[in-house]
């Protein structure tokens, strides 16, 4: 949240307003802010100003607006997480998508940034704006560039995908590298350091690996994802110049080259589903590599 922000709740309507003493929000919860605020939901990101009521239904998370003006930014686009939209009666799914909400008086103003939103048995695509009323949902139109870029999303941090900290074995279990003292190592060349992707991860539109390792004796890594079929294969190799140091690096995803393709040829595509990553090492006798984290994000 923005310094100075300060997030209310509440259990019922009856009740008064008290600050947010803990980072765990409960279905049926009432939350209140008057700057952005972001929530995780389930795997979705939900970026939020105004006054929100959460829930569960039939296997969606419920995000009911409150208050007029109430404004929010959803990306659950290649999740898990359905999301339910609403404003008393009125009712808006999302399954797969990028949207920005904003409640009036009796209606709700959609733009469908990605994928799609259902409502009154009509669907919304991606790049179309309605508004949607008692009457059904109106007659689309473009997005305007303001509207594909709102400013409830300036300064937003980046929705997370993937995370290994590696204090504990990943969920898809490593088979190559070890654990040790909270990262994962590897050493000698052409050692593997690689764990199973659980649950699959989906390779959505601006999603980056971001990790920090370091390196020794270390020519070069090579870094790659696997598809579920594990035919599908994509990575690049890094020259290692620093030696000993903790180093950040960054990958778009989409840039990565399928291992068989050569120079200029096919990247990853979108909303392919992966289930392994793999890094592996290059450089002298007694090389090593070691991974203090591990993420995927979108941006």
Same mark, same amino acid.
């Given at each position: 949240?923005?310094?100075?922000?300060?997030?209310?709740?509440?259990?019922?309507?009856?009740?008064?307003?008290?600050?947010?003493?803990?980072?765990?929000?409960?279905?049926?919860?009432?939350?209140?802010?008057?700057?952005? =605020?972001?929530?995780?939901?389930?795997?979705?990101?939900?970026?939020?100003?105004?006054?929100?009521?959460? &829930?569960?239904?039939?296997?969606?998370?419920?995000?009911?607006?409150?208050?007029?003006?109430?404004?929010?930014?959803?990306?659950?686009?290649?999740?898990?997480?359905? @999301?339910?939209?609403?404003?008393?009666?009125? @009712?808006?799914?999302?399954?797969?998508?990028?949207?920005?909400?904003?409640?009036?008086?009796?209606?709700?103003?959609?733009?469908?940034?990605?994928?799609?939103?259902?409502?009154?048995?009509?669907?919304?695509?991606? &790049?179309?704006?309605?508004? @949607?009323?008692?009457?059904?949902?109106?007659? #689309?139109?473009?997005?305007?560039?303001?509207?594909?870029?709102?400013?409830?999303?300036?300064?937003?941090?980046?929705?997370?995908?993937?995370?290994?900290?590696?204090?504990?074995?990943? =969920?898809?279990?490593?088979?190559?590298?070890?654990?040790?003292? &909270? @990262?994962?190592?590897?050493?000698?060349?052409?050692? *593997?350091?690689?764990?199973?992707?659980?649950?699959?991860?989906?390779?959505?539109? &601006?999603?980056?690996?971001?990790?920090?390792?370091?390196?020794?004796?270390?020519?070069?890594?090579?870094?790659?994802?696997?598809?579920?079929?594990?035919?599908?294969?994509?990575?690049?190799?890094?020259?290692?110049?620093?030696?000993?140091?903790? *180093?950040?690096?960054?990958?778009?995803?989409?840039?990565?080259?399928?291992?068989?393709?050569?120079?200029?040829?096919?990247?990853? #595509?979108?909303?392919?589903?992966?289930?392994?990553?793999?890094?592996?090492?290059?450089?002298?006798?007694?090389?090593?590599?070691?991974?203090?984290?591990?993420?995927?994000?979108?941006?």
């Amino acid at each position: 949240m923005p310094r100075g922000a300060r997030l209310q709740v509440r259990d019922s309507d009856s009740e008064s307003w008290r600050e947010a003493e803990s980072a765990a929000l409960f279905a049926g919860t009432f939350l209140r802010i008057s700057d952005p =605020a972001d929530l995780t939901l389930g795997d979705a990101l939900v970026r939020f100003e105004g006054t929100l009521r959460l &829930g569960w239904s039939e296997g969606a998370v419920c995000v009911d607006f409150i208050e007029r003006k109430t404004r929010a930014w959803c990306d659950n686009l290649g999740g898990r997480t359905p @999301l339910r939209l609403g404003l008393r009666e009125l @009712l808006a799914y999302m399954d797969d998508g990028v949207a920005c909400v904003e409640a009036g008086s009796s209606s709700l103003e959609i733009a469908c940034i990605e994928g799609s939103v259902r409502a009154a048995g009509a669907a919304l695509e991606a &790049g179309r704006f309605a508004t @949607l009323s008692a009457k059904g949902l109106a007659k #689309p139109r473009d997005l305007t560039a303001a509207e594909r870029q709102p400013r409830l999303i300036a300064g937003m941090a980046p929705r997370r995908l993937l995370r290994e900290d590696f204090t504990e074995e990943p =969920a898809g279990k490593l088979y190559g590298g070890a654990l040790q003292d &909270g @990262l994962v190592r590897v050493e000698g060349p052409g050692a *593997l350091l690689a764990f199973d992707i659980s649950p699959t991860l989906i390779a959505v539109k &601006g999603a980056k690996l971001r990790l920090r390792y370091r390196v020794m004796d270390c020519s070069s890594i090579y870094v790659q994802f696997l598809g579920e079929d594990v035919r599908r294969q994509f990575g690049s190799e890094f020259t290692q110049r620093k030696q000993g140091q903790w *180093l950040e690096l960054e990958i778009r995803l989409d840039s990565l080259p399928y291992d068989a393709a050569g120079a200029g040829g096919e990247k990853m #595509p979108p909303n392919l589903k992966l289930g392994k990553f793999q890094c592996y090492l290059r450089g002298e006798r007694n090389c090593t590599l070691e991974i203090d984290w591990l993420e995927v994000v979108r941006e």
